[in-house]
């Protein structure tokens, strides 16, 4: 049995550039939805390659106040810049950014920018467009990895160089039998062994490992490898699972 599960960890390890390499990217409008500013968050829901939709949240960076005006700043590396100096922000179905924002007079002056071309949508998770186009292990790039409720958070590094809070809802692992899974049959589900095991631990090579009931109600301490499922693209984390 655990030979088995080896076995299927090392065949997804394996896939793992070629899941990458596959994914496109989809353009924001047209396959992601729901989009809102809250504080210096982005929210959006966005279909994955699965056809399934997931929900996906971003820092907001990249957009600052001149003089009144919302400009498009790809090279800010401040979370929520805008929120300190707007008022009365939000994003609406086009991706269109509009808000009050101070000028040099002090005057509240309404703004507004396109922000679609900010973003993206890889394999149902919004990101951050980057010229450098490049996916990075989550072990050499994103720090303090800690999993709630079948998600995983972590410290990411992009392409400008700064750290961004990442957050990703695990997708396709069940408890099967005492055993952390990858489930390819329900791949699309989001990840529901957090109902069953208990104590679940992320450590600093991506291992999640937690305590598991069996069919007998025994606890078994299982562990999965989350490298090849998971990657970081330009501060965020991305799933690799189709």
Sequence with gaps: MLSKFFLLGLLTATSFKSFAAEFPFKDFLSSCKDTRLESSTVYSTCRAENKGFYYSRLPFRGIANHNGVLTIDENSTTVGEITKNCKNLS???KAVLGGQCKDNAGNFVWSFVDISKLFANYNGTLVYKSNENKFNDIVSTCSGM???YASVEAQ???SNGAAYRARIRLRGINNINGILTIDHEDSRA???F???CKNATIDQNAILTASCPNTKNEDINSSID???LLS???GSLVSTLD
């Design 91 to 93: 994003i609406d179905s």
């Design 146 to 148: 800690k999993t709630t």
């Design 226 to 228: 989350l490298k090849p």
């Design 190 to 192: 989001v990840s529901l």
């Design 232 to 234: 970081n693209y330009n």
């Design 194 to 196: 957090h109902v069953t």
């Design 156 to 158: 990411c590094l992009a």
